[in-house]
C-alpha cells in the first residue's frame, strides 16, 4: 500500500485531497501501475512475443483505451459497441478480435466492413451467417473456432468459461467438423483456433490442461492455425493471502506447444493490465451499531462496484488515514443500496473509524466501472487517471439531469 507518513497517495497525490476535490464515490487509476503492468506482461511472454488484445469489457473508458493503445495493444471485443469504442480509441482494426455466443447479423456486418483481424465463431449457425453475410459482400472472412475444451480453471463458478457446462465454444467433435465446414468455403479463410477458460485465474495447471487439449485437436483437425487465440483470464491477488500465477511456468508451457504448431499466439488480458491499476474512494456517511457488528455505511453502493455483489468476491478496504486505534466491533462495510447484498466486506479487525472518514476500494481497474449502473436512478462516479503530481479527469461524473 502506497502509504506516506500514515496518509494513502495514489502516486504523488492523497486520497483525501482527491475525495476533497472531486466528491465521493469516485474512481481513480495510476497511470504508473497500468505502465508497469502492461510491461511485466510483454516481459513474461518476451520468447513468444504475442499480439495482445486488451479484453475492453474489464473496462471500456475510452481514455484510458488511449493510453493503452499507445503501448502497441490491441483489443478483444465482445459487442458492436465494444468495437466501436476501440476504433475510437485508435486501435488498428488488424489488432481487433471480436469474440462472444451471441453476435448479431448487424455487428458481424460491421466487423467484416472494418476488416478486423478475426472474428471468432462459436457456434455453427454463427458460421454459416458470417459466411451468408461475406458472400452478399463478396469477401473472404477471416475467422477463428472458439474450441470448449472442458477444462475446470478452478476459479468462481461464475466467471468458468471453459467447462462443458458453460455456454461458451463448441465441443472438439463439432470443431472437427466446422474445420472441414470452413475448408470447402469459398468466403471463410480459418485462420485461429481460440479457447477461453475463465477469469481470475491463479496457477498455471489449468493452463497446462488447456494447452494439451489443444496439441491434441490440432493433430486431429490437420489444420495448420495461423493465430493461437489463448484468451485471457489471468488473475490478480484481491486479497493477500492469494497466491499469485506464475507467468514462467505458462509461458513454457506454451513454448513446448509452438515446438509442435508453429502458430502466433494472441492473448486477451483484462484484469492483470488494469485490475490493481484502479481505486474507488468513498465517504464514511454513517456507522450504524447493531448488536454483534457495526455497520459502516458508504456513499459508494454495488451499483457504483457490483462484483461483491454478484460474486461474493472481496476487494482490500483500506483507511485513507492510518491509525493503530482499533475498533472493539466488526465492521460491515455496506452501501446505500436498497439491497441486502449490497455489501463490499465484513472485517473483524480494522482501525476505528469516524463518520466522514475516507476509505479507499482496492483493485477496482477492472469490471468496476464497466459493470456498473444506475440502479436506484444514482449517477456514475466520475474516472480520474493520475501520473505522478497530475490529474486528469477521463470521464466526468454524470447528473441527475442526464438520467431523468
Do not use: W
Not at 184 to 205: D, T
Not at 259 to 272: A, D, L, M, T, V
Not at 293 to 309: E, H, Q, T, Y
Amino acid at each position: 500500500m502506497n502509504y506516506k507518513k500514515n496518509h494513502f497517495f495514489i502516486e504523488n497525490i492523497s486520497s483525501e485531497k482527491i475525495a476533497e476535490k472531486f466528491a465521493t464515490p469516485i474512481y481513480c487509476y495510476s497511470y504508473k501501475i497500468l505502465k508497469t503492468n502492461i510491461k511485466n506482461f510483454k516481459r513474461n511472454f518476451k520468447t513468444i512475443k504475442p499480439t495482445i488484445c486488451f479484453a475492453v469489457k474489464s473496462n471500456t473508458n475510452l481514455n484510458l483505451l488511449r493510453e493503452i493503445k499507445k503501448f502497441g495493444l490491441g483489443a478483444d471485443v465482445v459487442s458492436m459497441g465494444e468495437m466501436m469504442i476501440a476504433k475510437k480509441a485508435g486501435i488498428s482494426s488488424k489488432k481487433i478480435v471480436f469474440s462472444g455466443v451471441g453476435k448479431t447479423k448487424k455487428e458481424i456486418n460491421y466487423a467484416i466492413e472494418k476488416n478486423i483481424l478475426l472474428i471468432n465463431a462459436e457456434s455453427k449457425s454463427e458460421i454459416i451467417l458470417i459466411e451468408k453475410i461475406a458472400k452478399y459482400k463478396k469477401k473472404k472472412v477471416n475467422i477463428g473456432i472458439r474450441l470448449n475444451p472442458n477444462t475446470n480453471p478452478k476459479t468462481l463458478d461464475q466467471i468458468s468459461t471453459g467447462k462443458k457446462e458453460n455456454k461458451f465454444g463448441v465441443s472438439e467433435n463439432t470443431f472437427l467438423e466446422l474445420v472441414n465446414y470452413i475448408k470447402n468455403s469459398s468466403y471463410l479463410n480459418l485462420k485461429c483456433l481460440s479457447v477461453h477458460i475463465g477469469s481470475q485465474i491463479l496457477s498455471h495447471k489449468p493452463y497446462e490442461k488447456m494447452l494439451k487439449v489443444l496439441d491434441k485437436i490440432i493433430k486431429k483437425s490437420n489444420h495448420n492455425f495461423e493465430f493461437l487465440d489463448l484468451g485471457g483470464g489471468m488473475g490478480i491477488p484481491y486479497e493477500n493471502k492469494f497466491k499469485k500465477l506464475n507467468y514462467k511456468k505458462y509461458s513454457s508451457a506454451i513454448n513446448r506447444l509452438l515446438k509442435k504448431h508453429k502458430s502466433k499466439i494472441i492473448f486477451e488480458p483484462g484484469r492483470s493490465i488494469v485490475g490493481n491499476a484502479g481505486f474507488l474512494i468513498t465517504k464514511v456517511l454513517y456507522i450504524k451499531e447493531a448488536q454483534n457488528k457495526s455497520f459502516v455505511i458508504l456513499d459508494a453502493g454495488m451499483n457504483d462496484m457490483m462484483r461483491p455483489a454478484l460474486y461474493g468476491v472481496k476487494h482490500k478496504i483500506v483507511p485513507s488515514i492510518k491509525s493503530k486505534n482499533y475498533s472493539k466491533k466488526t465492521y460491515e462495510f455496506v452501501g446505500p443500496i436498497c439491497e441486502t447484498t449490497d455489501k463490499f466486506s465484513t472485517l473483524s479487525k480494522f482501525q476505528k473509524l469516524n463518520e466522514n472518514d475516507i476509505i479507499i476500494i482496492c483493485d477496482t481497474g477492472a469490471y468496476g466501472v464497466s459493470l456498473s449502473s444506475n440502479y436506484n436512478v444514482r449517477p456514475k462516479p466520475p474516472e480520474l487517471l493520475i501520473k505522478g503530481s497530475k490529474i486528469n479527469v477521463i470521464k466526468r461524473r454524470e447528473k441527475l439531469e442526464d438520467l431523468i
